[in-house]
Every structure is written in structure tokens, then in C-alpha cells.
């Protein structure tokens, strides 16, 4: 058994962030997004993954590399032009035995991946998909399936008129490989409005499992905040790599002066400075080789590596890049998002 993730899409939404960071790289408080994934895979034995990517594959790739220092084996199946959903898997077949993992790789989830593989296996179906319910499924592929769990339909981005269950397609797939084959190769094709909807038509057996715990899609801005404050607040169980302190984390390697306020949850990366006078929380991640000067204060945010946010400069409800200036008395509001290099100059404010 092996494993496809699909990190294909530009991560448009997550914009400006991912013009020099791809999604599945983007950090999740201390680590690269698909470390998730992989962590996850390693529970059902899968340390050979296949990474399906069509943008900024080298910035993946400096990374993960070939996975060996995570004990893992990663091989890149890299797209000239974006092959879909089900056209990016087909083109992972070279890499692929007889049974494989699909991840989208925009979903955190703490899903029970031997529960998942134990009932393809038992089940006999040639797919089995995760499906979980969400209070608005119009952003998703609806799946309905029938008392005995078999799925009848896809509906994939319902209109109002056409949400029937609340239950959609979690991102999450347990394949026969060979079922692989029925699609088009090097063609751009969808495994949920093309494969999918094509197996049942074939009469194969397609199975779900439904989970109910935590599932989240990453994709926009509030969602990646809304990630945040799951870890911090333990809705989404991590081991974070710091000390528990003052109902947070920090880094053995941050320096956080005498005098500052850490206001629980938060997490101070390594090489962090948080100087006396200045708050941190609740719910502030500083990456990694942040600089927070006295009288600063952050809140309900994310900020990546290297910036620095200046004397008495205010931080609450924002996304701040990499290497990012935040000047004395500045502030970046709710909503704010702010891409690699922005200079916020002093007294400035985003709204
Ligand atoms: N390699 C590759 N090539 N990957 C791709 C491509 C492609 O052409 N297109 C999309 N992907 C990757 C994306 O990077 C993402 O990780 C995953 O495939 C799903 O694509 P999205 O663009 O994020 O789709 P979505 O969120 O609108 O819908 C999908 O996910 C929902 C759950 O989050 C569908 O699978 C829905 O049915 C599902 O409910
Ligand atoms: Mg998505």
C-alpha cells in the first residue's frame, strides 16, 4: 500500500501567502502542512508517498527532498500543465502497488486511517471514501449513500436546490489500483465528477466511512487562522516541539524576556524574541525568528518567520508573512493578510 497526495492547486485563496509558499508546505505552528498527512499515513504502515504537485514544485521539494530524514520515501510526480484530481493520481501509476492512499492535500483531520483501510479490506468495494458532515456542504462534493453505507451519488459543488444529505467527500480515498486504469492518461480528468460517478455507473462496489471528528480544508485565510486556534486550543491533538508554559508553548530555543505577557494559547518558535512589555496571545503563533518588541502586542494570529513587529505595534486577526516589518505603533487588523517582504511603516494601520 501506498500513498498519492494531492498537492496540486495554486492555493489561489491563500494569497498573497502561497506566491512563495506553496499550501502543502505553509506551516501548521511548527511544521510544514503535509507532516499532518504523512503522520497520519504512518499509522496504516505507508511510508512511501507520492507527492503529486503542479506548482512550485521546488520549493516542495527543498522541503521534504526525498523524504529520508523524516524516515520516509517521497518521489514527486510533477505536472507540465495541472492533469485534475483524477488525472494527477493516474499519473502517479508508475509509483504505485496495489492499494492506494489518496489525500487532498488541503485537509487536516484526525480520521482513523487503520478504521478507514480495515473496512475497504472487509468491505470488498473497490473505493472507499471518507465522508464527513459539515453545516454547509455547497463548497464541496456532497456523496449520498444508502442504509448500508454503499454510496449512490455524487453531487459535486451542489446548488441549494440539490443538497439532499449533509454529508460530503472528505478528500480521503481508499483505491484498488488497478481501477486506476479506467482513466484517461495524461488527460485532465476529475476523480469526483469523472472516476467516481464512472464506478458506479460500472455497478463496482463503492464504500464509505464516515468520520465525525475533526476535518477541516485549509484553502482560505480564515480557515488557516481557525487551524491555529484548533492546535493551540487541543481540537486537533499535536505534540508541538516546545515547553508547556503559562497555558502555551515555547521553543527551548525562544527568548522571552522577563516582563513580557504570554496570555495562554500561544506557541513561541525557536529563535523567537519576545522582549519585556510586549503580549503574546491568546491564540499567537510566531513561527520561527520572530521579533516582538516591548509594548507590541499579538493576538488571535500567525506570523512566519523572520518578521518582526515593532515597539507598541498592534497584531490581532492577522496572517503575517514571511520577513515582514510591522513599525512602532502600526497595526494589522482582522482580515489582514500580508505577503512576503510588506513593510508596515510606523503608525500606519491596514484598517
Ligand atoms: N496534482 C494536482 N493536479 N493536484 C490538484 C489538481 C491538479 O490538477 N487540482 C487540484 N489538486 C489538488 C489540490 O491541491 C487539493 O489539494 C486537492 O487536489 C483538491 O482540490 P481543491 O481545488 O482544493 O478542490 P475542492 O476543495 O474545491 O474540492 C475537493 O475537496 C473537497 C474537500 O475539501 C473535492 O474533492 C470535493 O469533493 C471535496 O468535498
Ligand atoms: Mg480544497
Same mark, same amino acid.
Given at each position: 500500500? @501506498? ?11 491563500? $494569497? ?6 506553496? @499550501? ?18 504512518? $499509522? ?14 521546488? &520549493? ?36 504505485? *502497488?496495489?492499494?492506494?492512499?489518496? /489525500? ?5 483531520? *484526525?480520521? *482513523? ?5 480495515? &473496512?475497504? &479490506? ?34 459535486? @459543488? ?7 444529505? %449533509? ?8 483505491? %484498488?489500483?488497478? #481501477? ?14 469523472? /472516476? ?12 464509505? /466511512? ?35 508554559? *503559562? ?10 524576556? +522577563? ?6 494559547? /500561544? ?15 491568546? %491564540? ?7 521579533? !516582538? ?8 494570529? !500567525?506570523?512566519? +518567520? ?18 515582514? &516589518?510591522?513599525?512602532?505603533?502600526? #497595526? ?15 503608525? #500606519?494601520?491596514?484598517?
Amino acid at each position: 500500500m @501506498k500513498a498519492v497526495i494531492l498537492a496540486g492547486g495554486e492555493g489561489t485563496r491563500l $494569497r498573497p501567502l502561497t506566491l512563495t509558499l506553496p @499550501k502543502p508546505v505553509v506551516p501548521v505552528v511548527d511544521r510544514p502542512f503535509l507532516t499532518h498527512q504523512l503522520d497520519l499515513l504512518s $499509522r496504516v504502515g505507508v511510508t512511501e508517498v507520492v507527492f503529486s504537485i503542479a506548482y512550485q514544485p521546488d &520549493r516542495v521539494r527543498r522541503v521534504f527532498g526525498d523524504g529520508e530524514r523524516i524516515g520516509r520515501r517521497i518521489h514527486y510526480a510533477v505536472e507540465e500543465t495541472p492533469l485534475g484530481t483524477g488525472g494527477a493520481v493516474r499519473n502517479a501509476l508508475p509509483f504505485l *502497488d496495489d492499494t492506494t492512499i489518496v /489525500f487532498n492535500g488541503d485537509v487536516l483531520t *484526525d480520521v *482513523d486511517l487503520p478504521a478507514v483501510v480495515e &473496512r475497504h &479490506r472487509v468491505s470488498g468495494a473497490r473505493a472507499t471514501l471518507v465522508l464527513t458532515p459539515v453545516s454547509n456542504p455547497s463548497a464541496y462534493g456532497l456523496v449520498e449513500t444508502d442504509a448500508a453505507g454503499r454510496v449512490q451519488r455524487f453531487i459535486e @459543488k451542489p446548488q441549494p436546490s440539490q443538497i439532499t444529505t %449533509d454529508t460530503i467527500n472528505a478528500g480521503i480515498y481508499v483505491l %484498488d489500483t488497478s #481501477s486506476l486504469e479506467l482513466m484517461p492518461a495524461a488527460t485532465n480528468y476529475s476523480i469526483e465528477r469523472g /472516476f467516481f460517478p464512472g464506478l458506479l455507473e460500472r455497478g463496482d462496489h463503492v464504500g464509505a /466511512f464516515v468520520h465525525r471528528g475533526y476535518w477541516i480544508d485549509i484553502g482560505t485565510p480564515e480557515k488557516y487562522l481557525q487551524v491555529h486556534r484548533d492546535v493551540l486550543g487541543g481540537r486537533f491533538p499535536v505534540a508541538l516541539d516546545g515547553r508547556p508554559r *503559562d497555558g502555551g508553548w515555547v521553543h527551548p530555543e525562544a527568548r522571552v524576556e +522577563e516582563g513580557a505577557e504570554l496570555v495562554g494559547p /500561544f506557541y513561541v518558535g525557536p529563535g523567537c524574541q519576545v522582549r519585556a512589555g510586549a503580549r503574546v496571545g491568546p %491564540d499567537a503563533v510566531l513561527t520561527r525568528d520572530v521579533a !516582538v518588541e516591548r509594548g507590541a502586542r499579538i493576538a488571535d494570529s !500567525v506570523v512566519w +518567520e523572520g518578521s518582526r513587529i515593532a515597539e507598541d505595534a498592534a497584531v490581532e486577526g492577522a496572517l503575517v508573512g514571511t520577513s515582514v &516589518r510591522i513599525g512602532r505603533n502600526a #497595526s494589522a487588523r482582522p482580515g489582514a493578510v500580508l505577503g512576503e517582504g510588506t513593510h508596515i511603516t510606523d503608525h #500606519s494601520r491596514t484598517a
